[in-house]
């Protein structure tokens, strides 16, 4: 028995190294479409189980998931514990759970281990101990501008309580992780596939779906004959690690700018740069860490002196202004656009359409709010982590393609689509003639 552990270690190390050198050889990219739910304002993907296809399962997208999870049907069947999943399984940690080994006896074959994984909801913050399985999925290929035909492969995955689903949209019934991990849906994609560890996320601001595409790209929008979306991104940056947090990082060098001035921040106990900059889909808003936010505020306040405002502003949010007089772009209000200047030197620029969430018919309020301790979503790790400087919410996030790049350890950003005359809800998702 004293040889189980460091031989399963060696398997998982042997077993992860061909994924990285096959990748990307001649597999199709994956096309899903994303919905986003407005009571909860969270991303869901469909994802159809091929044994029982009059069950479309809704899933909610979360960018630092390590893993995907949902309530099982009866009759599903355990992954043992020595299978290369429930090694993967046990890479991440959710908090305040304790370690409790690979899995526990299996109760109809007590010779049998079955694999334990632990389950974590985004929202809430609350984790569940329950079986790994696998099943099947049906997702279709794309040529970047439709969806060219279906596809059928196995994806292992979690159980969970349905307690568990507690704060997700009413229809869905898990999450499926899109961290930087081998057991999240980009990973197990590029594994059965063979396309790149790579995917474009486009999330939608409502209405129509947005879209995602597996393996990365190309990407083509509607109206037709426009460029690939991926191949002409307006800037990339590397991604970096955050503690032991499966999600992704990015790092602001400069800082933030506000009508193109330099945010002053004196750190207040932090180093004042660089900002290690997250990125969430579980969070309908980009949080900042207090001395962040009380000098961006500021700043902004500042850059709009004369602009008619409303108060008390509405909560959440700190600057609300009379939307009537705010002036239009095609970018959203003309309000100050507001830089991260990133590793590598180029910019994230955030415009009205992503900065102004429109809260009533002339109330339009800046978008921005203040971090409450260390977000749930960075307990994985461990709580020793610091909690990042900035974490980028859903709604700074839409219509803009952001290309998470596993691979080449970067992060593609298009900027606002509307600048194209186009949005995340322009994918032609009927079947390609
Ligand atoms: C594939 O695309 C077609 C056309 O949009 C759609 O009807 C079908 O449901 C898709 N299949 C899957 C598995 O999503
Ligand atoms: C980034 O933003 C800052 C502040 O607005 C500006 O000074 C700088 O020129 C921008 N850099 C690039 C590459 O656009
Ligand atoms: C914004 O500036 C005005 C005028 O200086 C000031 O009265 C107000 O308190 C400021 N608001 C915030 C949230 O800083
Ligand atoms: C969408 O794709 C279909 C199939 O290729 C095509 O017939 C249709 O014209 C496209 N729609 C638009 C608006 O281009």
């Not at 999240?184 to 409502?206: E, H, M, N, R, Y």
């Not at 083509?220 to 992704?248: E, I, M, N, Q």
């Not at 393609?401 to 350890?409: A, C, F, K, P, T």
């Not at 995340?424 to 009927?430: E, K, R």
Request: charged share 15%; glycine share 10%.
């Amino acid at each position: 028995m004293w040889q189980l552990k460091p031989l399963l270690l060696l398997l998982g190390v042997v077993l992860s190294a061909p994924a990285c050198t096959v990748a990307g050889d001649g597999g199709m990219p994956l096309v899903i479409p994303i919905t986003k739910d407005a009571a909860t304002m969270l991303y869901s993907v469909s994802a159809p189980v091929a044994e029982n296809d009059q069950i479309t399962n809704h899933l909610v997208l979360d960018l630092s998931g390590p893993i995907i999870w949902s309530t099982c049907p009866d009759g599903y069947v355990a992954l043992g514990c020595t299978s290369p999943a429930c090694m993967q399984a046990h890479r991440f940690h959710p908090p305040n759970c304790p370690q409790t080994g690979y899995g526990r006896p299996d109760a109809d074959n007590p010779h049998r281990c079955k694999c334990t994984a632990h389950p974590y909801n985004p929202v809430t913050g609350d984790t569940a101990s329950d079986d790994m399985t696998e099943f099947t999925t049906t997702v279709n290929t794309t040529d970047g501008k439709n969806p060219l035909k279906e596809v059928s492969f196995v994806v292992a995955t979690s159980c969970a309580p349905e307690s568990l689903l507690a704060g997700l949209p009413e229809n869905d019934v898990g999450v499926v992780g899109l961290g930087r991990s081998a057991l999240a849906l980009p990973a197990q994609i590029a594994d059965t596939q063979k396309v790149a560890t790579k995917f474009a996320l486009c999330l939608p601001s409502g209405g129509s779906d947005g879209v995602a595409i597996f393996g990365g790209g190309p990407l083509f929008l509607l109206p037709p004959g426009r460029p690939d979306v991926v191949a002409t991104l307006a800037g990339d940056t590397p991604l970096v690690k955050h503690g032991r947090s499966p999600g992704y990082f990015i790092s602001a060098d400069k800082g933030i700018a506000v009508n193109q001035a330099q945010v002053r921040l004196d750190g207040n106990g932090h180093a004042a740069t660089p900002l290690v900059v997250g990125l969430s889909s579980t969070i309908p808003y980009t949080e900042l860490r207090s001395d962040v936010y009380w000098a961006f505020i500021t700043a902004f306040n500042m850059s709009t002196a004369e602009r008619a405002r409303v108060t008390p502003a509405v909560a959440p949010f700190e600057l609300c202004y009379d939307s009537t007089q705010l002036g239009s772009t095609r970018l959203g209000y003309a309000v100050p656009q507001i830089d991260l200047m990133l590793q590598g030197g180029k910019n994230w620029t955030i415009f009205g359409a992503n900065s102004m969430a429109q809260v009533n018919d002339h109330t339009a309020c800046l978008a921005f709010v203040q971090m409450k301790g260390e977000h749930k979503q960075y307990g994985y790790g461990g709580a020793a982590t610091e909690a990042p400087a900035v974490v980028i919410g859903g709604f700074q996030m839409e219509n803009n393609l952001l290309v998470l790049d596993e691979e080449n350890q970067q992060l593609g950003f298009s900027s606002l689509l509307f600048g194209r005359q186009t949005t995340c809800s322009n994918f032609n998702f009927t079947i390609a003639a």
